[in-house]
Every structure is written in structure tokens, then in C-alpha cells.
Nanobody, 125 residues
Framework: QVQLVESGGGLVQAGGSLRLSCAAS????????MGWFRQAPGKEREFVAA???????TYYADSVKGRFTISRDNIKTVYLQMNSLKPEDTAVYYC???????????????????WGQGTQVTVSS
């Protein structure tokens, strides 16, 4: 079974930075692509970023391109560095992974099998 635990959320002023972490456990999770998603109040959950199992390929939503960076360290930990934050980035951020889907598929709308509990990011204006 795969478990995902996010951390690093908080309150930050517009223009500031935060780094989210996602610690994954599970025997084969190091071979899975991983992604970050977010859900703002009153809105549907949306894709933010994804990374291949090797870390060699990354994908981003247009709204965060150039400001957010996804990376992975030791294969089972994934990070989301968020710079130049905007009030519209306020949301609960979820880490997710899937046994069968590539990072490209996660970016393309496939719903992952496994989700973390989420971490709140609030950006004040």
C-alpha cells in the first residue's frame, strides 16, 4: 500500500515562497510518477505539476509555469518549490501518485490512485 504525507504549507504574503514536501512510503513507489494537485474553495481540483519516476521529465500547469518547480530526492520524496506566489495560488495542495500512469498522463487528466491528506497554502495580498 502507498501512503503519501505532505508538509510545508502555511501562510505567506504575495510574492513570497514556500516549499512543499511529500514523503511517500510503499515498496515500489520509487518507480511511480508523482504529481501535485490543488483545490481552491469552491473550485474543482486541478493539476499543478508532475514528475517522472526518474525525475527526468516534468510537466506544469500553465498557471504556475516559471514560478513553481517540482523535483524529487531519494526517489520517494517529492518537492514543490513555489516562488512569486499569488493570492490565486491559495488552495489545499495534494501530492498524488499512480501505479500505471506516466507523468505525462498525470498532467493530461488521469486521476491518480493514491492521494495524500493535503496541506493548506494561503497567500495574502
Amino acid at each position: 500500500q502507498v501512503q503519501l504525507v505532505e508538509s510545508g504549507g502555511g501562510l505567506v504574503q504575495a510574492g513570497g515562497s514556500l516549499r512543499l514536501s511529500c514523503a511517500a512510503s510503499g515498496r515500489t513507489v520509487s518507480t511511480y510518477a508523482m504529481g501535485w494537485f490543488r483545490q481552491a474553495p469552491g473550485k474543482e481540483r486541478e493539476f499543478v505539476a508532475a514528475i517522472s519516476w526518474s525525475g527526468g521529465r516534468t510537466y506544469y500547469a500553465d498557471s504556475v509555469k516559471g514560478r513553481f518547480t517540482i523535483s524529487r530526492d531519494n526517489i520517494k520524496t517529492v518537492y514543490l518549490q513555489m516562488n512569486s506566489l499569488k493570492p490565486e495560488d491559495t488552495a489545499v495542495y495534494y501530492c498524488a501518485t499512480d501505479r500505471r500512469s506516466s507523468a505525462a498522463l498525470l498532467a493530461g487528466g488521469v486521476q491518480p490512485d493514491y492521494w495524500g491528506q493535503g496541506t493548506q497554502v494561503t497567500v495574502s495580498s
